[in-house]
């Protein structure tokens, strides 16, 4: 990741960007010919919940990757609690993504072989936690998302609705500080839909996590506090007053 | 007609008072904006001028003397036909907002703004449904859910009425 | 349009194999046109089958070799057995002149023709004349180099052909004939030459190659198991995807059999060009066989073709091979189209029939264990080979079920494991056949390295020891005298010690029984018996005889002109026999030792010379040395070491290790290969899953991890099962051979650091799909 370019640089620390969780800046990134992101922004606080919209080929998934340090822009910053992405080693961003970040996508990504509880418990393994602590919260991730039933399944054994509440527990089960989510209820029905939703914001609320939230329809995207609207790579704030 | 045919509706369940009426209309659909007394009087009256409705009685309480209202037989069938009926979509074409795009293109201004403007305020007032549904009953939820998949309705309108504004710009000025 | 029309359902308006020749078209077109993946599956279905096909072939061709020595080998035999032929215009007089050059035996005949019509052996045109000889081109290559200057100088002859392939019995063989000095041959009637009048003799008839074909046939199916795990993984390569294509096949109606017909045609082209390039393949390497030893036998590339009937079934059975196990690996996709993309378990292995195989293999051995075969006696062969097979089946056959206990009881451990882990534990049907391959071949390979190892430490303690005399050369046709001359020559080698020699004549016609008289220095008798005190002139009999020696008695010694006598002196004493060079001799009745003054008077004929030596610093060189200074005293005297020749045993030992070392290191290159693409097929099965964990924060030396873990599992397993059944089957043959039991560690440590090897290596090959898996590009849904 690179912070040069025509973005001023990432600021200090201390000079805070108030009490902002997440800031990023001007980023941009191509894949060969194809520009997918060009001078984004982007702003989170704690405990918020901004919805990214945005027509398909938009942005808004490359925005995501971005800003949860899976790929690096070509350009721009993004700051984490003041740290700064760009700077930090390959590693430490898988510990941050490990720790900090929480992550929920639109299908698949729970690992066939394993049971659910297993899935849902592997975060806090790979964070060191033992595993008789670890399956007890992953248990208690999983019931308190309704899903508990499905501990000793496979996740090819179970239905859409109950596999993406399963991928939910394993996104928050290390209570990250933000979980980023991809159209996490793009391959659900209305009512899967609701209840993943209603699930996933209840949660959040509780633990206080930050959640970026990338959809393309409205009825998700209302679930959020705010809006972000991606255009040709480009970042609309439509919050009222926050406009630019 | 429907607000009388939801008092015939309510009626069908057996004979009530004007008041209580109001008071079942309020706790099922008044979410909005409660009934006026004298709305339910106006129903009631143009109800038993039709001959769907009849006075089952009186009672004198303490305070004025109360009619209760029955439904008729011709009430029972009237109900039924309405709600075998569907209700006739409204007609974009005729739409407010549709009529405001093609007169901002008509005039040169800004129409995206227009459509921004309205998607903006679409999509504030799916926020405002949608904490609405999260903490209320059923019911409420049931109701949110409905306006939450019309308003989304008119917003794929918008959106997609956005993405084709430069072809609509082409055929209104031609 | 009369009566009722067919449905226009698609596939049943023609004829059934009409119809299925197109269903098969159709898999054969999906299998090359279905990109990048199909070409691979392709690729690695054809080598494999290719290889197979090829060694199969070769192991076909076997017995055909075997004859075609045989029949070369008695071509240029003669009848021993037979009345000598008169002297005609038409005999040869022919010696045995054998020699070894470091190891290597050379085969030779001395020559001399009674006529110009003497029959000339096979290969040799013209009979080479006094002081030529003809050699073999590998002899020829041998004595030209620097290596063979040794050689060189004991075959003293000018070189003035080149024996053909027909008069040889493999084209690496070391042979000669050379012609004798005028009347070395005639002048001698005892048994070292013949008088023939052609070559070639004719064989018992055998039962035709039956039992070779068997046991080759089987070597090469143990040989081809790690390739079957090869061809079985490459036919999973993109089986994923194959699934589902069968699966959208069923969807649009097609039924089970149309499915599985369509499949089949996907791996027919790869059997087939396997099949293609199986043949192809054979043709170089039956030209490269001449110049590999199998086993020390090689042989002429026309002489390698396969059984008739092999070729044909060979073929045959690659590609009904390939198809039947497509048939059941397809069968549940074909079956149930809508379950394809759900991963069922395996189905519960059950031990009893396998633990009962090993049992009675075990059984088997164990019997063979108590038949106490005596040194020479016969082991019960069938019991030893079909124990050993059972055993090596048995243990191939526990292991899967091993590896799946192994597997479901793990449970501790970090999260590489655990991913590895429940990975095998899911679908480890390759590991689980790649582990069967390895387990039947290693085993195999460690109870040969236990056996040899034992073999191997039984010949080191038989060792000599420098200046231990345990050489001995025997001379023909020397006079009484020849002894000291023998002795002599010999010790004028620089590091020859103790030479000495006595002239040997046996079959002495005595007053009773044939006796046997040995004349040398009393030094040379000491050789021979315990005489004691002892001065040129005296005479000993040897005790512990049936055969009664006393003064006075007359002996007769035959000879070429009718016989000499001599007349017993006065016998010293009875003395007690010593075996001159623990050969083992066994006593000769009624043996007679003789100083030369005690035989002076009798004009004794010529006869044979034995000397014993040791050899001091002993080296080989000192060894091809002895023997070229016996060469120079006849061109028919043998060298040979105390019990065998050491080093050629060692040799072949070390060719038969070298053998069994590179079977387990190719079966270990194959089974790894499987594991790379099984693992491989894995990682790009599961990359929307693995990238989700990337970006989830699971860093790549944790996947990676896992992935060594999943290579290293069944690895572990077949190992630890062949070490657990190899060494005791190694350690039981051993017994049975009643040879003391040796385990060869070092064998075993390279067998289990080969493991190892591979394991890193499947790991290290499997990280650029590891790597292309995780990438974030794979989070986008398909
Ligand atoms: N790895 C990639 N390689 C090539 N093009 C890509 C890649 N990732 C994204 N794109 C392109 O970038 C644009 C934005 O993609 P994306 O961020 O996925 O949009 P959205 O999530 O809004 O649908 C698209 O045109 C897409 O084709
Ligand atoms: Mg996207």
Known sequence: MSAAGTEAPPPAADEALGGTLLAARGLAKSFGPTTALERASFDIDPGEMVAVMGASGSGKTTLLHCLGGIIAPDRGWILYEGRDLGAMSESERSGLRCGDFGFLFQSGGLVPELSCLENTALPLRLNGVGRRTADARARERLESLDVDGTAHQRPGEVSGGEYQRVSLARALVAEPAILFADEPTGALDSLNEEKVMRLLVDAARRSNTAVVLVTHEARVAAYADREVTVRDGRTRDLAPGAAG | MSFAHTVLGLLENGPAHGYDLKRVYDQHFGQDRPLHYGQVYAALARLLKKGLIEVAGTEQGDGPERKRYAITDSGVTDLHTWLGTPEAPQQYLQSTLYTKVVLALLAGRPAADVLEVQRSAHLKSMRELTRRKTEGDLAEHLICDHALFHLEADLRWLELTAARLDELATEVNR | ?782
């Open chain 3, 1 to 782: 349009m009369t009566g009722r029309a067919p449905p226009p359902a698609v596939g049943t308006a023609s004829p059934a194999p009409l119809r299925w020749a197109r269903e098969i078209r159709l898999g054969v077109q999906l299998s090359v046109t279905g990109g990048r993946d199909a070409w691979i599956r392709l690729a690695l279905v054809a080598s494999g089958i290719g290889v197979a096909v090829a060694v199969l072939l070769v192991a076909a061709s076997w017995p055909t070799m075997a004859e075609a020595r045989q029949e070369r080998h008695d071509a240029r035999s003669y009848e021993l057995d037979r009345q000598t032929p008169e002297s005609t215009d038409q005999t040869l007089l022919i010696a045995y002149a054998d020699t070894s050059y470091h190891g290597e035996s050379v085969y030779g005949r001395l020559l001399e023709p009674e006529a110009p019509g003497a029959p000339a052996p096979p290969g040799v045109t013209d009979l080479p004349g006094p002081g030529e000889m003809v050699v073999s081109p590998e002899l020829k290559r041998l004595l030209d180099s620097p290596e063979g200057r040794l050689l060189r100088e004991r075959l003293d002859y000018s070189i003035v052909g080149t024996i053909g392939d027909e008069g040889l019995v493999d084209p690496g063989e070391l042979a000669y004939y050379a012609g004798a000095a005028p009347d070395l041959l005639s002048s001698e009637e005892t048994g070292r030459s013949e008088r023939i009048d052609g070559f070639g003799t004719s064989r018992f008839d055998f039962p035709r190659g039956g039992e070779t074909l068997v046991l080759a046939l089987t070597g090469a199916v143990v040989a081809l198991l790690p390739l079957g795990v090869f061809v079985a993984a490459a036919l999973r390569f993109g089986a994923d995807r194959r699934d589902r294509r069968l699966a959208v096949l069923r969807l649009l109606g097609a039924d089970r059999w149309t499915a599985a017909r369509t499949a089949c045609g996907e791996t027919l082209i790869g059997a087939l060009v396997g099949t293609a390039a199986g043949f192809a393949l054979f043709f170089p390497l039956r030209g490269l066989v001449p110049s590999v030893q199998v086993g020390g036998v090689s042989g002429f590339a026309a002489d390698i073709v396969p059984h008739p009937l092999l070729a044909v079934a060979i073929p045959i059975g690659a590609v009904a091979l390939a198809v039947g196990v497509t048939l059941v690996s397809t069968a549940r996709a074909a079956a149930d189209p809508l379950a394809a993309a759900r991963r069922a378990s395996w189905p519960r292995r059950r031990l009893w029939w396998r633990a009962a195989l090993l049992t009675g293999g075990t059984a088997l051995l164990l019997s063979s264990i108590g038949a106490d075969p005596g040194r020479f006696g016969r082991v019960p062969e069938t019991a030893v080979v079909g124990g050993v097979l059972l055993v090596l089946l048995g243990a191939g056959l526990v292991t899967p079920w091993l590896f799946q206990v192994a597997v479901s009881r793990a449970r501790r451990g970090g999260v590489p494991w655990l991913l590895a882990v429940r990975r095998l534990q899911a679908d480890g049907a390759a590991e689980s056949r790649a582990v069967v391959g390895l387990v039947v071949i290693v085993t195999g390979a460690v109870a040969l390295q236990t056996l040899f190892a034992g073999i191997q430490m039984r010949y080191a303690d038989e060792e000599p020891v420098p200046g231990e005399r345990v050489y001995r050369t025997d001379v023909p046709e020397l006079p009484p005298a020849g002894a000291a001359e023998v002795a002599e020559r010999l010790s004028a080698v620089p590091q020859v010690r103790d030479a000495r020699a006595v002239v040997e004549y046996w079959h002495i016609e005595g007053p009773n029984d044939p006796v046997s008289l040995r004349v040398g220095s009393c030094s040379a008798l000491r050789d021979h018996a315990r005489i004691g005190e002892c001065s040129d002139g005296d005479v000993f009999a040897v005790e512990g005889t049936s055969t009664r020696v006393e003064e006075g008695q007359r002996l007769r010694i035959p000879d070429a002109d009718g016989a000499a006598t001599w007349e017993l002196p006065e016998v010293k004493r009875s003395v007690a026999p010593r075996d001159p060079s623990g050969l083992g001799e066994d006593p000769v009745p009624g043996s007679v030792l003789a100083t030369p003054g005690a035989v002076a008077g009798a004009d004794l004929p010529r006869s044979g010379v034995s000397a014993v030596f040791g050899l001091d610093p002993l080296t080989p060189r000192a060894v091809e040395e002895a023997r070229n200074a016996v060469a120079e005293l006849s061109p028919m005297g043998t060298t040979v070491i105390g019990q065998t020749s050491d080093s050629e045993r060692e040799r072949e030992l070390d060719r038969i290790g070298a053998l069994v070392t590179a079977g387990v290191g190719a079966s270990l290159l194959v089974v790894g290969l499987g594991l790379v693409i099984s693992a491989v097929e894995r990682l790009r099965g599961t990359k929307r899953e693995l990238a989700v964990l990337a970006a989830s924060g699971v860093d790549r030396r944790t996947l990676a991890l896992s992935v060594l873990a999943q290579a290293t599992i069944p690895l572990a397993v077949g190992l630890a099962v062949s070490l657990a059944v190899g060494v005791p089957l190694g350690a039981a043959l051993l017994r049975i051979a009643e040879v003391p039991v040796a385990f060869d560690i070092g064998g075993i440590a390279a067998i289990t650091a080969a493991s190892a090897a591979v394991v890193l290596s499947v790991t290290v090959l499997s990280l650029p799909a590891l790597a292309k898996a995780i990438r974030p590009e794979n989070l986008r849904a398909e």
